[in-house]
């Protein structure tokens, strides 16, 4: 039962550019979640996808979009790139269901984005 | 919005001891997740909790869902060397986004 993988592991951009990660959810799973990990601090809710439109968003810029495809993998974009972007980028995969029991997320391993 | 807090923020026990953390909300949640993080992995969920009283234990690790639905709890016991890293929490409600809180990092001493 594959998990969730995330590529690539780690980049390396300077400020202005624009980045493009990705996400394969679990197996069986239909919704992403991405959240932006700054270090030391817990993860940040970015955007989700489900039935390839963005369902609920965090308090993120417009410079921060994605997509999901239908195969429920999914890509998150971040363009004219700052400083403060340099983060652990996670994505979460779950099942969007009729009961509370199936809200549950599992992780990738993340990406590790850092902008000189 | 709603925010998370963990305490403690930091521990360090010796290898053997008993641990407690806990965590809470501003607000109401229906499901809290407790999940470990290790340098440079990703989150791994530990346990899920669904239900306002739940008790719910995998290996030597259990967490309670609070009463108020405002809180969780987290113990490990007879903590080994591998329990290091970071303990998150998360809570949301149903169709809704997961909030996490700022984590709690243990260390074991030997």
């Known amino acids: 039962d594959a998990g969730v993988t995330q590529s690539p592991t780690h980049l390396i951009k300077t400020r202005g550019q624009q980045v493009t990660l990705r996400c394969s959810p679990k197996s069986g799973h239909d919704t992403v979640s991405w959240y932006q990990q700054a270090l030391g601090q817990g993860p940040q809710f970015i955007f989700q996808y489900y039935e390839e439109e963005e369902r609920q968003r965090g308090n993120f810029p417009d410079r921060f979009s994605g997509h999901q495809f239908p195969n429920y993998s999914s890509e998150l974009n971040v363009n004219a790139l700052l400083l403060g972007d340099s983060a652990l980028y996670l994505c979460?995969?779950?099942?969007?269901?009729?009961?509370?029991?199936?809200?549950?997320?599992?992780f990738g391993p993340g990406t590790r984005l850092t902008v000189l | 919005g709603q925010q998370l807090n963990q305490s403690p923020q930091s521990m360090f026990i010796q290898e053997g001891e008993d641990v407690s953390m806990n965590c809470t909300s501003s607000?109401?949640?229906?499901?809290w997740l407790w999940y470990k993080q290790e340098p440079g992995e990703g989150p791994v969920l530990l346990i899920a909790l669904y239900k306002a009283g739940e008790l719910t234990s995998n290996g030597r690790l259990t967490a309670q869902f609070g009463i108020t639905r405002k809180d969780s709890f987290l113990n490990i016991s007879a903590s080994i060397p591998s329990d290091v890293g970071i303990y998150f929490c998360?809570?949301?409600?149903?169709?809704?986004?997961?909030?996490f809180g700022p984590g709690t990092r243990l260390s074991v001493l030997p």
């Open positions: 979460a995969s779950s099942l969007d269901g009729t009961s509370a029991s199936t809200d549950t997320q599992y």
């Open positions: 998360a809570g949301n409600n149903y169709g809704q986004n997961f909030v």
């Open positions: 607000s109401i949640f229906n499901t």
